[in-house]
């Protein structure tokens, strides 16, 4: 099927089924905050619009100094992007015509970037349902190996991996002069994270790439960085164009460093929605990662193939992610974003109409 490769957007869904988009639905399909942006960007958003005459400062100076003084590292280690997107696409281009492996499955962009930017890709295949990530399954690739992608906690399976073992990866490709590109899109949604940052100051190899855009909900303004020792930093921003980043999404930035109760409530509702979800797919015989953040994999354990599942739910109205386009899922399951109470309820509804029918 010629589906979009990304989630959002469902008209295009539709349109790629030969469908018209309901004029009720819900999209499950992004993984954004559900509780939406923290009101402190409203009640500012009068004062940000008096900024839009004004052309952006280039270097983000104010944005990258709050974020230093908050990861306790140097100014020149951090590189401010329009989101996590333009970030890895950067980075695909500072490894033009490398090679590169891509853990799989996750975020579709990095082999998208790195192929536009003539990479070789690679994949280093996780096996589900658990997903796990072994050093000693991957170590043989790394030899060949100029970079490697990682996504942690990941996308789609939204599972953290150990510590532990990310530190033991890193490691062992700075000894095989290999790249370890980090992403941590989703790091904020876990409680007691523990940051890979301050690791910068160790690993010459090691790029980490953080979003905001997920967090503070704000896919339309999109901001991100990126933090990795300063030569790195300075190479990788050569390639970003100028006024990337707008003056609305510089400022919001900087509001939203002071939001840490915020973040704390967002943890919070979360983790209990998370529950309560889970609790409902083991009784109904519905498989899902064991995800510690904002969105899930699941499937249904009575169906080998997930696309009659995934087609009854479009037509109930309720729009999750395909993953046709990820490399060891091939549409065996699909992915949810965790909602508000009502649009989880709603969810678990229609999912009991299912199970009652199959």
Not at 4 to 12: C, I, K, L
Not at 213 to 226: C, H
Not at 320 to 333: A, I, K, Q, S
């Amino acid at each position: 099927m010629n589906l979009p490769s990304h989630g959002s957007n469902p008209q295009h869904l539709f349109k790629s089924l030969g469908l018209s988009l309901p004029e009720k639905y819900i999209d499950f399909s992004a993984n954004i905050n559900p509780l939406g942006p923290p009101p402190a960007l409203k009640e500012k958003w009068n004062d940000f619009y008096q900024e839009i005459t004004v052309y952006p400062d280039p270097f983000a100076e104010k944005l990258r100094q709050r974020i230093a003084d908050r990861e306790q590292i140097s100014v020149d280690s951090i590189l401010i992007g329009n989101g996590g997107a333009e970030l890895i696409t950067l980075v695909a281009r500072f490894l033009s015509g490398k090679k590169v492996i891509v853990a799989e499955p996750s975020f579709s962009e990095y082999e998208k970037a790195c192929r536009a930017n003539d990479c070789e890709i690679q994949y280093h295949s996780l096996k589900g349902p658990h997903f796990e990530l072994r050093i000693d399954e991957l170590l043989p690739s790394l030899s060949s190996a100029d970079a490697l992608f990682l996504c942690n906690p990941n996308n789609p399976t939204g599972i953290q991996y150990p510590v532990s073992t990310v530190l033991s990866i890193i490691q062992e490709c700075e000894r095989q002069n290999c790249f370890v590109i980090l992403d941590e899109a989703f790091y904020d949604f876990l409680v007691n994270y523990e940051s890979f940052i301050p690791y910068i100051n160790k690993f010459s190899n090691l790029i980490i790439i953080r979003s905001m855009t997920k967090m503070f909900a704000i896919p339309g303004i999109r901001l991100g960085y990126l933090a990795a020792a300063s030569d790195l930093i300075a190479e990788i921003s050569k390639y970003q164009p100028h006024w990337s980043i707008n003056s609305i999404a510089l400022l919001a930035g900087e509001l939203f460093l002071q939001n840490e109760e915020f973040i704390k409530t967002t943890q919070v509702y979360i983790s209990e929605e998370r529950q309560r979800l889970f609790t409902f797919f083991k009784k109904h015989d519905f498989v899902m990662t064991s995800s510690q953040v904002n969105f899930y994999l699941l499937r249904d354990s009575n169906q080998k193939e997930q696309k009659n599942l995934f087609e009854f739910l479009l037509q109930k109205g309720i729009i999750p992610r395909h993953t046709y386009n990820f490399p060891g899922l091939e549409g065996n399951w699909l992915r949810f974003a965790i909602k508000s109470k009502e649009e989880n309820s709603k969810l678990m509804e229609v999912l009991l109409e299912w199970r009652q029918l199959h």
